[in-house]
């Protein structure tokens, strides 16, 4: 070999050392950007919050269905997801918990919300893949005194005015009734049934001028244990119960059709924990063991609710363009998911699905939406989905796994309330889906 013949082929080995130098360089480059996981911006772009209201008198056990709510989901046990909260939150939740779970005093149960307070929590939805934890979705929970809904002074108005905004602005209201007024009236009580009927007509005409899903949470179910053995018949009666109020009736029968409204049974503490005595009042059974039944659902069955109610609203031919649009959504890569989500949004059946989910966060986060609820929409995970490249599409992998943890989430938040409605049909208490 010549002496040139050696120099070019130094120049060439030395060209190709550069060049495989500046590919590592620019791969390094494109899994990040700006010190983010590429494909990260997408994803933290695409959480929404899904704002809930929460009504009920004093007493009704608002309080202890917020600690059992949080205690069934702070932890993916029975689902794919759980919640997260600020610590100061966590351990206010948690102890309130304990302190309802404590046979040692009979009578002690957490301090209720007081006709001037509000509680507010912002909750998390999380998941687990076998890499990350994607936050899926955010839950702001406010819960108001259903008192405040009644006070003529002038110092309510403003905060009057406050709750009002707040209902009108919901993804979800609850309306908390409490199970002891059931107990009280059907032990022939007068004041039982007074108490209900003042509940339902301090509720209910402020829910007729709202739009969005309505959950009934009937608190101290273990209460009722004794109507009937069936768990659906002993239901069927309290609904029927229900029903003899007018303004009740009236909802359910003039929202029928187009609005979810559930009637869910939760016992914040089980069957058998507590029981009644001699003077009326709800104590512990010692040595019992706190054990949440339902109150997984409320909380679970909002973003479920809130497509569904939609699709009820939606006319055939946008129907039958919502799934075309799902079968090309399977051949799409994950990237072109969320850009064709955006897309959709802007045609008449996305925009008439987006009009009639009219949460809040559909006025920035139409495209978003869209998405979630195209997932929602497939009951079944996908299996053929084409394998992306490790190295040059980290961001679509990225992004794929957070379209199947989000989707996984969406399946197991729906199975909530359609096992409680398989258990028990009673809880629905309007037609749908």
Not at 148 to 176: C, K, M, N, W, Y
Request: glycine share 6%; charged share 25%.
């Amino acid at each position: 070999m010549t002496v040139m013949e050696i120099a070019i082929v130094i120049t060439l080995a030395a060209g190709v050392v550069k060049g495989l130098a500046w590919l590592r360089q620019r791969l390094r480059r494109r899994r990040t950007e700006g010190g983010v996981p590429l494909g990260q911006a997408s994803i933290d772009s695409a959480v929404p919050t899904f704002r809930i209201v929460s009504l009920g008198l004093q007493g009704a056990g608002k309080t202890l269905l917020l600690a059992s709510m949080f205690h069934e989901l702070q932890a993916p046990t029975r689902q794919s997801y759980y919640l997260s909260a600020a610590p100061a939150d966590v351990a206010k939740l948690t102890e309130w918990f304990a302190t309802m779970a404590d046979t040692t005093d009979p009578g002690g149960w957490p301090a209720g919300t007081t006709l001037s307070e509000t509680r507010r929590f912002a909750f998390t939805v999380k998941t687990r893949t076998a890499d990350s934890v994607h936050d899926i979705l955010r839950l702001d929970y406010l819960e108001y005194a259903g008192e405040l809904l009644t006070r003529t002074d002038p110092a309510g108005a403003e905060r009057q005015a406050e709750l009002f905004a707040q209902v009108q602005s919901a993804d979800a209201v609850l309306g908390i009734l409490d199970g002891q007024r059931i107990r009280q009236h059907l032990d022939g009580e007068a004041r039982g049934w007074a108490e209900l009927d003042r509940t339902l007509n301090i509720l209910i005409p402020h829910m007729m001028n709202i739009t969005c899903p309505i959950s009934f949470v009937l608190t101290k179910w273990d209460l009722l244990a004794d109507l009937h053995e069936d768990e659906d018949t002993r239901l069927a009666r309290v609904r029927d119960l229900l029903m003899a109020n007018d303004h009740f009736r009236a909802l359910v029968n003039t929202h029928g059709t187009q609005r979810v409204v559930r009637l869910i049974p939760v016992s914040a503490v089980g069957r058998g924990f507590a029981t009644i005595d001699q003077h009326g009042h709800v104590v512990k059974v010692p040595s019992a063991q706190a054990q949440p039944t339902y109150a997984d659902v409320p909380l679970s069955a909002v973003v479920p609710d809130v497509f569904d109610q939609a699709e009820m609203r939606l006319h055939e031919e946008f129907t039958a363009d919502l799934d075309e649009e799902i079968r090309q959504w399977t051949r799409r890569t994950p990237l072109e998911r969320l850009s064709s989500a955006a897309t959709l949004a802007g045609q008449s059946a996305g925009r008439a699905l987006l009009q009639y989910i009219g949460t809040p966060a559909v006025t920035v986060m139409g495209d978003v939406m869209m998405g979630m609820f195209l997932d929602s929409r497939r009951r079944r995970a996908d299996t053929e989905e084409a394998q992306v490249d490790r190295q040059v599409n980290q961001a679509e992998r990225r992004v794929q796994e957070f379209l199947h943890a989000r989707r996984r989430v969406l399946r197991d938040m729906r199975g909530k309330p359609d096992q409680l409605e398989g258990r028990l049909p009673s809880s629905r208490l309007t037609a749908g889906l």
